[in-house]
């Protein structure tokens, strides 16, 4: 049976969860998100993927191992950056220069936004249930980007948690995910 929450419980909830998991686990599980995303979507050389940036305090998936993965398979590789109120999409390189910024995510130093189409955008979140409704931590910054960047057509979540219950406050304007990839388990919506 699954419960409905609301995202506030839900984030609360979540957060609770990831922060259990030793750091171990975090690695652990953040490989096995890799190989089913490799398993489901197959990326090649060339195409442009958007990948968030660990905060490695919150214990979020290990993205670094994508990056590696993505450079080491010649895919390019973007990261997100606040600027403002909004999210901008910058290309990274091997030898890009990082920052940490006031939310205490690590950004490129580069303000320059890709003019390109992202072929994927993997996707932060606390919580994504079996409809592809995320929950984040509450800024919005992610619904925002994604209208601003209407062509993409691979929003994927990635989460260390299946999708047991149901978000009750899904509002007009959240974007709901195309795919929702676990470790023991790959949803498309």
Do not use: H
């Amino acid at each position: 049976m699954n419960l409905s929450l609301t995202k506030s419980e839900l984030r609360t909830l979540y957060k609770a969860k990831r922060m259990a998991l030793s750091q171990d686990e975090v690695n652990f599980l953040s490989q096995k998100l890799l190989k089913n995303f490799i398993l489901q979507f197959n990326p090649i050389e060339n195409q442009k993927v958007n990948v968030f940036m660990s905060i490695e305090k919150f214990k979020e998936v290990n993205t670094q191992v994508f990056i590696n993965y993505f450079f080491q398979n010649k895919i390019r590789v973007f990261v997100p950056k606040i600027q403002g109120e909004k999210i901008i999409s910058v290309e990274i390189f091997t030898n890009s220069e990082f920052e940490i910024n006031r939310w205490g995510i690590k950004e490129p130093i580069s303000n320059i936004a890709s003019n390109v189409e992202l072929d994927c955008v993997l996707t932060p979140l606390l919580y994504c249930d079996k409809f592809g409704n995320r929950v984040g931590y509450g800024k919005g910054f992610y619904d925002q980007f994604f209208s601003d960047y209407r062509n993409i057509e691979k929003k994927v979540g990635l989460n260390f948690f299946q999708p047991n219950e149901i978000i009750t406050d899904v509002y007009e304007k959240d974007v709901q995910l195309n795919a929702l990839i676990t470790p023991d388990q790959i949803l498309k919506f």
